[in-house]
């Protein structure tokens, strides 16, 4: 179980710098104690509230958990969040500034990205591909870098850069030695480490994570949780949305429970396994 949220922010920002990932970790911004925050969000789709005044934060150099039953509004908030469905009302603010309605391309340039699924026409291409063709937005890219003339010395340091961030990630990911298989012949699990190792390479400080571990043999799930574990501490913030209640209780140090489209409450996992309220919205599961 993490201990990342009681440490001062001075030795989390400390490991970013020490981190596994090299230089291009350093990017990680942990000065924000809640880089993510949600405040009365609310959507609808004709007459269905899928989204009703959910309100939350997320803290810094955390993995989060958010749950709650079958069409609580997990799905449509992550995409509220990261500017896949526009609110009807409410905000989201991420590193204290407002992104409401902002497009996605603008919010994963902010430093916000959440996993894919790899695309059925990017099967037909490598691993390696696959993640050259993944940042399309790099942060901090000026367009004049790309236009000027005098400047293509710049454009192939930069393509270096990015090659070589590439191989880190794969390394990381420990999928180096499949850089150049087809995505399509992997397994489900190689599957979610590519899809993570994409995400990670627009450079973030915050991953949401949607089911990333569906599908996923047990041994592959054991390696992408470590994988998350050691982001995590490096400053990362992860939310995550899963329905493998154990998955969450064991490995996140914050849960949120949604219920109807709003927060039913939140916790630590022992504080959410033993709420009656939580127990009594999963009509008797096993929470
Ligand atoms: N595009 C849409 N059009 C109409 N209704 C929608 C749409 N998207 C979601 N809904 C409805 O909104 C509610 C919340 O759905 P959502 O998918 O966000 O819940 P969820 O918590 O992610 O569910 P699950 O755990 O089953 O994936 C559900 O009643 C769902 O049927």
Redesign the pocket.
Known sequence: MSDAADQPAEDVARKVDEGALGAFASGVDTSVDYPLQVEGLEKS??G????DGATFEVESGTLTGLI????????????LITGMLKPDAGTVTFNGEDITGEEPHQIANRGMVRTFQIARELSEMTVLENMMLAPKHQRGEALWRSVMPGLRDDVREQEEELLERVWEVLDFFDIAHIAEEYAGNLSGGQRKLLEMARALLTDPDMLLLDEPFAGVNPTLEKKLLEHVHELREQGYTFLL?E?DMDLIMNNCEHVIV?HQ?SVLTEGTPDEIRSNEEVIKAYLGGNV
């Open positions: 789709f004709g269905i509230t899928a989204v709650g039953p079958n069409g609580a509004g997990k799905s449509t908030t992550f995409n949305v329905h949604l489209g």
